[in-house]
């Protein structure tokens, strides 16, 4: 019984992960290369200058108990 | 069988309904780019080469005041490329701290030192990935601190997702004034994972994740706490560990006015729980200009062994703000102005920051005047950028 529940979630995954990679795989990219010359502005920059983020970053890490996942590269310094 | 049927009907389902919306892009539907992600993203697609950072150099002076606690200083980075694939970059940053914070005036005296850190990066950028290795130092009379962190990206899904994933290992010293070289260490482990996601030509959209986990001296010798309104020195757990996920997105609005949205969530083990939100406006006045406004929220709980003025013994106890219940504001605005733009040879900006932080404490007593403490700060940075 318990061989069979494994081997009928087993062809349930593998279906699943199939249908994932072959069905889907039409869908192409809908931005093309050509239209993300805006994405490029520095107006749609997450970062544009690392060396003040850091400073930003280390003032806020300092004082705040909250840590991470910030998005700037490296994390924080590991100073007091 | 019925139910493998079902799976396999609610898969055809679903990626016809992806096609199907996939094939309304002309109509700019949002829904179907948010719908073609997951299978999207898995699915794959001709890559585009991700770039390397372009050669810049920076050189800022940095003042943060608050409360007789003046941080200030210069900070420089350069960054070059040595080849089509290989990218250098330094920098350093010197803090010269002036304390006469609240911490140290109603316990301590007056001081002042100077931190040094210095940075060493190389960006590796290999087919549709790249890859950063850097190395930190940080020095201070009483605490020296080493930091290595590796991050890779890599694009898929044509250019259009970034995947990336961060490794850091930090070492630190810490010793005390008075006392013969370092008494203690701590080592910290950083391991981050992101995603970026383009949306559409002026859209894109990101989700970050990272977990901390230190282990040895994590309080600071000077500091002390109070039960029953006596100073003690404080006792903090030797091991910690923390989560947090941050989601964001940016977007262009109307050509050359942008908006961007952040929010994070923080919990760890010493039951600090965290939220972080942030709304910021970017708009590009001519060529020349770019302004920068935004408005910052943040507000944690305390942790379990943090206590104002505790009414028993405890084997932890801190009264580190830093720990405790608070809620803080800030609001900040950044300009850039473009002195000198030479096409493809290079380009000069000036740029200036100002953020007004104001921070209420629920929990931490003004042992001065009995009310709870309230700070507001001024975080500062002036810096020309040039890339070439």
Redesign the interface.
Known sequence: MLHSVSA?AL??AL??GV???A???????????Y?????S????Q?S?????D???EH??E??????????V???G???? | MAATDLVRAVLNAWCSLQRQLIGRHGTGSRTAQVAGLLGGALAGGAAAAPNLPEDRADLMFHLYDADGLRASGPALLVRKKLADTVSLSASYYIDMVSNASIDVVTTASPYKETRKEYNLGLDYVVRDSSITVSTSNSKEPDYIANGTSIDVSQEVFGGMTSLSLGYTRAHDKVGRNGYEGFFDTATHWRYRLGVTQILSPSWLTSANFEAVSDDGYLGSPYRVARVFGAAIPERNPRTRSSRAIKLRSLGEVVPGHAVRVEYRYFWDTWDIKAHTAELGYVRQFSDLWLLDWYARYYKQQHALFYSDNASSETTYISRNRQLSTFKSTALGAKMAYTAKHVPGVYEIKLNAAYEFIRTRYSDFTDIRNGKPYELDAHVLQLFVSATF
């Open positions: 009928r062809s349930l279906l699943a249908s994932l990679f069905g889907c795989s039409s869908i192409e990219p809908w931005v093309k290369p239209e993300r010359e805006r994405l502005l520095p107006i749609l997450f544009r200058d690392g060396l003040a850091k400073h930003q003032v806020r300092v004082r705040e108990a909250a840590r991470g996942a910030t998005g590269q490296g994390g310094c590991g100073c007091n």
